[in-house]
């Protein structure tokens, strides 16, 4: 009996043992499974997104353009139908890959749908003319912001950043299953989240048009909607290439400079602020412009030693008389005239945006203006007065909008990953600074300009033009020659929008000529696409 207990008992004993050795197997080969599933794939990184950057509208800045990639798997199937698209060197480093079993990637025109050779279009950072280039900026070889918004906007625009995969399959050594094909995996590739600006690319457009079909190879433009001072467009010449950035590297004309935030000199374009500080201040003056004035024993002269005779503010400012507004800095004085100047924004750094600032340029402090000479080229806008586009456009947006100064600013949003505004960029806060008597009587004056002053060339049938030119002596010299800067600063509206636009080109031979036919060919733009 106690034989046939034990034997039993060793029979059971034999059984467990086999059903765990069993369920060991089982669960043994449940994790080769698992880990056959996990690698029996290969990818490569193809193309890579960052943050969008959009316009007002929501309208892509970025990301506006495609080239065509193509993944081949190592077959001499897909060599004999892409050799002829390729050059030697292609080809041999094809016949490598293919030899060591790699995948090859190609930048051809040609596109291919097989299974063991396709194409995808992956979207390129930047277009070659590409718009908003100097607020944008570009990347470094690293891929990330090196200088403008991309820099500025560098964490939340790289924390936003996707890949699009090509994925194949592969066999338990690791060898590719060439008949299963290639396809394509997005990680995030083209997520909509990025920042939102105020610029309005079609009126970008116009902006950069407009230098380029005016001749101002080396200048600015700044377009501002004047009530809100929302940055709708700037410009500068020359531009550069982000896809080629060393090309521009060592270009005389220096295309990585953002003329449009960049202080000069300013010349003419002043005379209107020390017009406004005069009015302010109840000071009215006739004055007999002989070609020249005497101040403490230094002589001024008018442009080309014009002598314009009587003259009142009104032909003062249509003929642009160096001399009257000498007469009338004279009488204003230049604490009542730094301290309206410091009113407009003048020597001032502002951020337009989250860590991009522009630049202060230069307003001499009352202390500087130390002499009755120094004080009479002020007074015209020369001297060691320094103002950058951005910064006379704020300027003359007090002229447009009723009288009020409002710092301007580039950002509407920040956008996230579903496309919403997760954050709003409110308006910088308003306030007044010329008396809506002096607005009217400077409306007028500067409607006189261009009706019938030196800003002819401004004029316009399809909008009510104002605004004022400059050719202003910089104090830099290039072979024994003075280089000018000539300026138009001016403002108008249409339909329920009122624009400013400030015209800017660097070694320049007159405002009249450079830059007023710059500001039409910018208001009928505007007029024709709204």
């Not at 230069?362 to 002020?378: D, F, G, M, R, Y």
Request: proline share 3%.
């Amino acid at each position: 009996m106690y034989k046939r207990i034990g034997t039993a008992f060793f029979s059971l004993i034999i059984i467990f043992g086999i059903l765990i050795t069993n369920l060991g197997i089982i669960f043994s080969n449940a994790g080769v499974r698992k880990s056959s599933l996990n690698r029996n794939t290969r990818s490569i990184e193809i193309s890579k997104s960052r943050g969008m950057i959009y316009d007002r509208n929501m309208k892509k800045i970025v990301n506006n353009s495609t080239e065509t990639v193509t993944v081949a798997l190592p077959t001499e199937n897909a060599f004999n139908i892409v050799k002829n698209y390729i050059n030697n060197e292609q080809s041999q480093a094809f016949y490598e890959n293919i030899k060591n079993g790699k995948v090859s990637i190609l930048n051809i025109p040609e596109r291919f749908y097989e299974n063991h050779i396709k194409s995808v279009d992956c979207v390129m950072r930047y277009s070659d003319n590409q718009p908003c280039v100097h607020l944008i900026g570009h990347l470094d070889e690293n891929g990330q912001g090196a200088m403008g918004l991309e820099n500025a906007y560098e964490s939340y625009l790289s924390d936003n950043k996707g890949t699009l995969k090509a994925f194949w399959n592969i066999d338990a050594l690791g060898n590719i299953l060439t008949g299963e094909g290639i396809n394509f995996k997005s990680e995030n590739y083209l997520s909509p989240a990025g920042i939102q600006l105020t610029i309005d690319l079609d009126i970008q457009k116009i902006a950069e048009d407009s230098l380029e079909k005016t001749g101002i190879s080396k200048g600015a433009v700044v377009v501002l909607n004047s009530y809100t001072n929302e940055i709708l467009a700037i410009a500068s010449a020359p531009t550069f290439n982000p896809n080629d950035i060393s090309s521009s590297l060592n270009n005389a004309d220096s295309p990585f400079i953002n003329r449009s935030l960049t202080p000069y000199s300013v010349g003419s374009v002043f005379k209107p602020i020390v017009a406004a500080c005069a009015i302010e201040n109840n000071i009215d003056l006739t004055h007999n412009c002989t070609g020249s004035i005497t101040i403490n024993g230094t002589t001024f002269r008018c442009s080309n030693n014009n002598a314009h005779g009587v003259v009142d503010m009104n032909s003062a400012m249509e003929e642009s008389c160096n001399t009257y507004f000498i007469a009338l800095g004279q009488k204003v004085g230049k604490e009542k005239l730094i301290s309206l100047c410091s009113d407009f924004g003048l020597g001032k750094s502002i951020e337009i945006a989250d860590n991009f600032y522009v630049q202060s340029g230069i307003l001499p402090s009352t202390e500087s203006v130390n002499s009755a000479q120094s004080l009479a080229n002020l007074s015209f806008g020369q001297g060691n007065l320094l103002a950058s586009p951005l910064q006379m456009a704020v300027a003359y947006s007090c002229f447009a909008n009723g009288g009020y100064y409002r710092p301007p600013t580039l950002m509407k949003g920040i956008i996230d990953e579903s496309g919403k505004t997760i954050r709003k960029v409110e308006l910088p806060q308003n306030y007044r600074i010329l008396n809506k008597s002096t607005v009217t009587a400077l409306n007028s004056i500067l409607g006189n300009v261009v009706k019938s002053g030196n800003g002819k060339l401004a004029n316009s049938e399809k909008t009510e033009n104002h605004g004022k030119t400059a050719t202003a002596q910089s104090g830099w010299y290039e072979n024994e020659r003075e280089i000018t800067h000539t300026w138009f600063c001016g403002y108008f509206s249409y339909k329920d929008t009122t624009y400013t636009v400030v015209i800017f080109k660097d070694d320049g031979y007159s405002g009249a000529v450079d830059c007023a036919p710059a500001f039409k060919y910018i208001a009928d733009g505007i007029a024709d696409i709204k």
